[in-house]
């Protein structure tokens, strides 16, 4: 679960989630921003996503794109693409998390930072993450 701030409102999603109200502009500006992630050479780690019951190479691919729409969909990269729809571009975000934050999530903030001239805060269960221009004040070490 994570949460971010914006206006007078508290906004929450879940990993995969869709009960928001801008859910469409959120998923569009997602859609928007792995795009641009791809182009800077991106691609989804999914070592950490679980999925089972396969056992034949067309059910590995199968369950290799599911684990990439999963990952890609993380909550915390639903709110990040809720604040950059939300607020004015430039502004930083801030975002709590109620669990670690995952490898592919730490390192597409830290593109996100760059790509779009934004820093992001996220408080995680165990620190603070300020992402800016490229890096991460925990140093890659959380």
């Not at 199968?62 to 607020?87: D, M, P």
């Not at 930083?92 to 730490?106: G, S, V, W």
Request: neutral net charge.
């Amino acid at each position: 679960m994570s949460s971010i701030h914006v206006g007078s409102q508290v906004h929450r999603f879940s990993a995969g989630d869709k009960s928001h109200p801008q859910t469409r502009q959120i998923y569009s500006m997602l859609d928007e921003m792995i795009r641009r992630l791809r182009l800077a050479g991106y691609a989804p780690n999914t070592a950490s996503q679980i999925f089972a019951g396969c056992d034949s190479l067309e059910d590995d691919a199968v369950e290799e794109e599911e684990k990439e729409l999963a990952v890609i969909s993380h909550s915390e990269k639903l709110a990040i693409c809720f604040g950059f729809i939300s607020t004015r571009p430039g502004l930083p975000l801030y975002i709590f998390k109620n669990l670690r934050i995952c490898q592919d999530c730490h390192s597409v903030i830290k593109i996100v930072s760059k790509i779009y001239n934004r820093q992001i805060v996220i408080r995680d269960r165990n620190c603070f993450h300020c992402f800016k221009e490229g890096s991460c004040s925990c140093s890659d070490y959380w």
